[in-house]
């Protein structure tokens, strides 16, 4: 802590022999970096582009892909300054606001991904209401509604935590996420209680209202012709997997790293940067290669003398 300024600094202790690796650790990190934002963005062109994937299934694909690169923006560039830096540090501040979009645009995607569920729902199980239900005016709600909705119920928390006392400054990882709150002195039952509400609203409720709709739609499809189970599998698998992988590593952050358990180092550095790096990667992959429109523009754009 610099009493000078009165500004608190907090250090990074989760890295690894990074004084050893720091140039490994940066080359391997900036080319996941740029790979994250390259082929999220590619993807996110098409779906601009092409006006037979201007519809509400598409532009939650593309909004859920341009949440992956914000969320990496949030954790990346300061994660590769430390890379190079000789001491591992940040303001409490900045940890704080660092912490605020890395858990806000966390919840984004929980909520992205239920629109996307009502979505596909509407779309297998009232076919004829479709357009009338997934109006444009419906589409901009569910997209402001996604990002607003977590960043309103995060901000007020994250001011009240810049007041409060700290009796440790080493976290124990290589970004700001819940660990932050270990560093404070009391941890109040009502912050407990109102980060669990939190938590219930943005990620267990749209997970929840995500499993019943899927389940409505397999249901459904059973019922129905060939052709509609093809259509729900096609559409609905990718959403799924995507969801179940996310889930994982939510479950991960608020679960292990909350409880403290006792990992090592290393293993508990492997698990963080699997929050970072397998995720946004594995969202432009599983949309490219398993939704068939998007995967047929891919094929275009990269082997154009292959398509007749």
């Not at 419906?138 to 009240?160: D, E, G, N």
């Not at 976290?171 to 932050?180: D, K, S």
């Not at 432009?284 to 995967?295: A, F």
């Amino acid at each position: 802590m610099d009493d000078t300024l009165n500004v608190t600094y907090l250090t990074f202790g989760g890295h690894v022999d990074v004084d050893r690796y720091r140039y490994v650790y940066f080359v391997i990190m900036f080319t996941i970096y740029i790979l994250i934002i390259c082929s999220n963005s590619v993807i996110v062109y098409l779906i601009w582009v092409h006006p037979n994937l201007h519809e509400p299934m598409y532009i939650f694909i593309a909004a859920l892909l341009i949440n992956s690169v914000l969320f990496s923006t949030t954790i990346y560039p300061k994660l590769l300054i430390d890379f190079l830096s000789d001491k591992q540090i940040i303001t409490y501040s900045a940890c704080l606001l660092q912490s605020f979009f890395y858990y806000s645009l966390g919840c984004s995607e929980f909520l992205l991904l239920a629109a996307m569920s009502y979505d596909r729902y509407v779309s297998i199980c009232k076919p004829l209401q479709y357009s009338t239900i997934m109006s444009k005016t419906t589409v901009k709600i569910f997209l402001v509604s996604a990002w607003l909705l977590p960043a309103c119920q995060l901000v007020l928390p994250t001011a009240m935590s810049a007041k409060e006392k700290l009796c440790r400054f080493i976290l124990n990882g290589v970004f700001c996420n819940n660990t932050i709150y270990k560093l404070q002195c009391v941890i109040s039952q009502a912050r407990c209680v109102r980060d669990m509400v939190i938590l219930l609203n943005v990620a267990l409720v749209p997970v929840l209202f995500i499993l019943f709709t899927y389940t409505r739609i397999f249901v459904i499809s059973y019922r129905s012709s060939k052709e509609v189970r093809k259509k729900a599998a096609q559409t609905c698998l990718p959403h799924l997997i995507v969801l179940i992988n996310f889930s994982c590593l939510c479950a991960y952050d608020v679960i292990v790293v909350g409880l403290e358990a006792d990992f090592p180092k290393t293993v508990r550095l492997i698990m963080a940067l699997q929050i970072i790096l397998y995720h946004p990667l594995f969202n432009p992959i599983m949309y490219g290669l398993k939704m068939k429109e998007i995967h047929k523009h891919l094929k275009r754009l990269f082997f154009p003398a292959r398509i007749k």
